[in-house]
Protein backbone atom coordinates (compact mmCIF):
# COMPACT_ATOMS: atom_id res chain seq x y z
CA UNK A 1 0.00 0.00 0.00
CA UNK A 2 1.24 3.38 -0.95
CA UNK A 3 -0.66 6.78 -0.22
CA UNK A 4 0.02 8.60 -3.09
CA UNK A 5 -1.50 12.19 -2.15
CA UNK A 6 -2.66 14.01 1.30
CA UNK A 7 -4.67 17.01 1.00
CA UNK A 8 -4.99 19.36 3.87
CA UNK A 9 -8.62 20.06 3.60
CA UNK A 10 -9.22 22.71 6.26
CA UNK A 11 -6.87 24.20 9.05
CA UNK A 12 -8.15 25.06 12.47
CA UNK A 13 -6.56 27.01 15.00
CA UNK A 14 -9.45 27.23 17.76
CA UNK A 15 -10.34 24.03 19.99
CA UNK A 16 -8.51 20.65 19.89
CA UNK A 17 -9.23 20.13 15.83
CA UNK A 18 -6.49 21.35 13.66
CA UNK A 19 -7.26 20.18 10.30
CA UNK A 20 -9.72 17.80 8.04
CA UNK A 21 -7.36 15.85 5.42
CA UNK A 22 -8.15 13.37 2.82
CA UNK A 23 -5.86 10.64 1.90
CA UNK A 24 -5.63 9.07 -2.07
CA UNK A 25 -4.10 5.29 -1.18
CA UNK A 26 -2.80 3.57 -4.34
CA UNK A 27 -4.03 6.63 -6.93
CA UNK A 28 -7.21 4.35 -6.39
CA UNK A 29 -8.97 4.48 -3.05
CA UNK A 30 -9.91 8.21 -1.32
CA UNK A 31 -10.35 8.63 2.06
CA UNK A 32 -12.17 11.88 3.38
CA UNK A 33 -12.44 13.42 6.72
CA UNK A 34 -9.80 12.34 8.90
CA UNK A 35 -9.20 14.81 11.13
CA UNK A 36 -5.94 15.94 12.83
CA UNK A 37 -6.23 16.55 16.76
CA UNK A 38 -3.78 17.90 19.42
CA UNK A 39 -3.94 15.28 21.97
CA UNK A 40 -3.10 16.33 25.35
CA UNK A 41 0.59 15.35 24.58
CA UNK A 42 0.78 15.21 20.92
CA UNK A 43 -1.00 15.63 17.60
CA UNK A 44 -2.92 12.60 16.55
CA UNK A 45 -4.86 11.37 13.47
CA UNK A 46 -8.64 10.62 14.03
CA UNK A 47 -10.47 8.25 10.99
CA UNK A 48 -13.46 9.49 9.90
CA UNK A 49 -16.64 8.03 12.09
CA UNK A 50 -20.14 8.55 12.90
CA UNK A 51 -22.10 7.83 15.96
CA UNK A 52 -23.93 4.65 16.25
CA UNK A 53 -27.50 3.67 17.64
CA UNK A 54 -25.89 3.58 21.23
CA UNK A 55 -24.23 6.75 20.68
CA UNK A 56 -20.73 5.47 20.29
CA UNK A 57 -18.41 6.99 18.05
CA UNK A 58 -17.02 4.30 15.18
CA UNK A 59 -14.57 4.56 12.56
CA UNK A 60 -15.63 4.48 9.21
CA UNK A 61 -12.38 3.00 8.13
CA UNK A 62 -9.00 2.58 9.95
CA UNK A 63 -6.11 1.17 9.55
CA UNK A 64 -5.88 -2.57 10.30
CA UNK A 65 -2.04 -3.16 11.58
CA UNK A 66 0.09 -0.79 13.77
CA UNK A 67 2.80 -0.57 11.04
CA UNK A 68 -0.64 0.62 8.81
CA UNK A 69 -1.43 3.08 11.16
CA UNK A 70 2.39 4.48 11.26
CA UNK A 71 2.59 5.04 7.62
CA UNK A 72 -1.28 7.16 7.62
CA UNK A 73 -0.60 9.16 10.86
CA UNK A 74 3.24 9.80 9.77
CA UNK A 75 2.33 10.92 5.92
CA UNK A 76 -0.79 13.22 7.45
CA UNK A 77 1.05 14.78 9.83
CA UNK A 78 4.31 15.76 7.77
CA UNK A 79 2.05 16.97 5.16
CA UNK A 80 -0.03 18.77 7.62
CA UNK A 81 2.98 20.66 9.25
CA UNK A 82 4.60 21.42 5.94
CA UNK A 83 0.89 23.28 4.83
CA UNK A 84 0.84 25.14 8.47
CA UNK A 85 4.30 26.08 6.95
CA UNK A 86 3.11 27.25 3.82
CA UNK A 87 -0.17 29.28 4.75
CA UNK A 88 1.93 30.60 7.97
CA UNK A 89 4.61 31.89 5.54
CA UNK A 90 2.10 33.69 3.30
CA UNK A 91 -0.26 35.49 5.60
CA UNK A 92 1.27 35.21 8.81
CA UNK A 93 -1.23 34.30 10.37
CA UNK A 94 -2.77 30.60 11.87
CA UNK A 95 -6.50 31.59 11.88
CA UNK A 96 -9.02 28.87 10.28
CA UNK A 97 -7.64 28.40 6.71
CA UNK A 98 -9.83 26.74 3.67
CA UNK A 99 -6.71 25.06 1.95
CA UNK A 100 -8.52 23.84 -1.31
CA UNK A 101 -10.59 26.75 -1.75
CA UNK A 102 -13.62 25.47 -0.97
CA UNK A 103 -16.13 26.18 2.26
Avoid: C, W
Avoid at 55 to 60: A, E, L, M, P, S
Amino acid sequence: MEITDVKIRKIMSEGRLRAVVSVTIDDMLAVHDIKVVQGDERLFVAMPSRKDENGIFRDIVHPISPSARKLFEENILEAYERQLAMVEAETGDTDETDTDGQE
